[in-house]
């Protein structure tokens, strides 16, 4: 699997009050496992979306690391397996060619390529 230049996972969601002095207000931080922030949000942004949206882009945030060690396995998977009617994995309108394209994809934006 490539390596990449993001802090490794596992990452966690954190969301606890932000400080005594802004009482109501809460952080939200996507930590690593030593509890250093990755990604952080502290509310005031004048974000007009929820908190309950934000709590979930975090947890989708968070699980970035594991969806990208499936996808690399995902890939090694489909990439190695017999395509139906021996496609080449680069034909249209085809289910196995277009998993193989939408998972590279997929690993190419986490790298930023």
């Known amino acids: 699997m490539k390596k990449g230049k993001h802090t490794s996972g596992p990452w ?3 969301h606890q009050e932000l400080r005594k002095q802004f009482p109501g207000h809460k952080i939200i931080e996507v930590q690593d496992d030593h509890g250093n922030a990755v990604v952080q949000w502290s509310g005031f942004d004048n ?3 929820l908190k309950k949206v934000h709590l979930a ?3 989708l945030i968070a699980a970035a690391p594991d969806l990208l ?3 690399h396995i995902a890939a090694q998977y ?3 397996s017999d395509s139906p009617g021996g496609c ?3 034909q249209k309108n085809c289910a196995h060619c277009d998993a193989i394209r939408t998972i590279n ?3 190419a934006k986490a790298y930023g390529e």
Do not use: E, F
Request: aromatic share 4%; charged share 40%; no cysteine.
């Open 12 to 14: 966690k969601v954190y």
């Open 69 to 71: 060690a499936a996808l």
């Open 78 to 80: 489909v990439d190695n």
């Open 57 to 59: 882009n975090a947890r």
């Open 88 to 90: 080449d994995g680069r």
């Open 47 to 49: 974000s007009d979306r």
């Open 105 to 107: 994809k997929a690993i």
